[in-house]
């Protein structure tokens, strides 16, 4: 089976610079500890219908392919799968082999809120994590096979880090780990997101509100999604209440959805928005967590 890959968002980083608090301090306790949440319960509007008026789209682009094909795409089906399962394995071999892997001796911090999270969403199975280098601000969930994996990019951490705002790191972790638990990341989803873009749209909101629900701050919850539309260097600079003004205005445009239009994810903007119209709910053992 090939990878299922649901991308958080991205902008470019630039390097860190020499002597900063994130270079040279400890590891900050990530505190993730809480109550459950049930990631069902924040599943938006619409995507159940958006499911259902995909599955015939998806089917008829399989009978099409079937068609064009001569019938070759139901034979070679079986031998895809095959080929995408062993090359599964391959990447994990890969992943392992050029990344660091999270782990309870290996930034145990980010292990110890991964491993909270995944309990908190009744996971059955804690994703793998690695970190990764790239040259961008984004987080990955994805399956290889049947196994559940999350990758961060090690710009996501740093800048977390760099502009002390390490609960923008935990809403990004969440955001990742609610993909699973919202079954976003299985081969079927992932086809039926890329035929409906609207649906994938739909889920990359649900993540959101699942992610703010773990975190239990409102606050800390738009920080993720800030550190990810302009990066971390401005984000102790930003005017919040012109940021959530201008969230508003797009969120009330009715050219804003309009815009979105072939695009996997919603508008920057217009998911800062949703998160600040949100509820936030304490589950029982759950408490706010300090947004700095």
Known sequence: MSASVRPLGSVVSSQPQAGTRAESGAFPSLHSDG???????????????WV????????????LSMVMSYGLTLIFLPVGLLVGHLRSRRIMARLQGSHLEVG?????????????????LGLREVPRVFIVEASEMNAFAFRL????????????????????????????????????????????????????????????????ATALQLLGNREAAIDGML?????????????????????????????????EAGLTHPLALRRIAALQAAEVHFPTGGKPQLAR
């Open 35 to 49: 109550g459950a949440v049930r990631a069902g319960a924040c599943v938006q509007s619409g995507t159940a219908l």
């Open 52 to 63: 259902t008026l995909g599955i015939p789209v998806l089917l008829l682009t399989f009978l």
């Open 104 to 120: 309870a001796r290996q930034f145990p911090e980010i292990h110890h809120c991964v491993q909270t999270y995944a309990r908190r």
């Open 145 to 208: 096979g049947s196994r559940k994996v999350v990758t961060l990019v090690d710009d996501v951490v740093w800048g977390a880090l760099s502009a002390q705002r390490p609960p923008a790191l935990q809403f990004v972790i969440g955001h990742e780990l609610a993909h699973h638990a919202l079954g976003h990341t299985s081969l079927f989803r992932l086809a039926l997101s890329r035929v409906v873009k609207p649906l994938s749209r739909l889920d990359e909101l649900s993540a959101d």
């Open 227 to 259: 550190m990810l539309t302009i990066g971390p260097q401005l984000l102790p600079h930003v005017n919040r209440d012109a940021l959530l003004r201008q969230a508003s205005e797009v969120a009330e445009n009715k050219l804003s959805k309009k815009a």
